[in-house]
């Protein structure tokens, strides 16, 4: 566990230098976290769709698919 939270905290300042680096405008907290909702469902759902792609059961891929839905609305909602 401490683990996962050392690499979010690496990731959060390789992020920091990017943006300087950039010359970009830092990101403010709300719009890490945004970011970083963002990443997390964009990656549950490349999960999802590997899921459907290999699941044989048809009970199985309509959960999937009804997840994907869901997923792919709450991306809409952030960008």
Do not use: H, Y
Not at 9 to 27: C, F, M, N, W, Y
Not at 39 to 64: K, M
Request: proline letters at 4%.
């Amino acid at each position: 566990m401490a683990r996962g939270w050392e690499s979010k905290s690496v990731e959060s300042q390789i992020e920091d230098a990017r943006s300087k680096a950039g010359g970009g405008a830092p990101l403010t907290p709300e719009q890490r976290e945004a970011k970083r909702k963002l990443q997390g469902l964009e990656l549950s759902r490349r999960r999802v769709l590997r899921e459907i792609e290999e699941t044989r059961s048809p009970n199985r891929r309509t959960a999937l698919q009804q997840a994907l839905e869901l997923l792919d609305a709450e991306i809409g909602k952030i960008k």
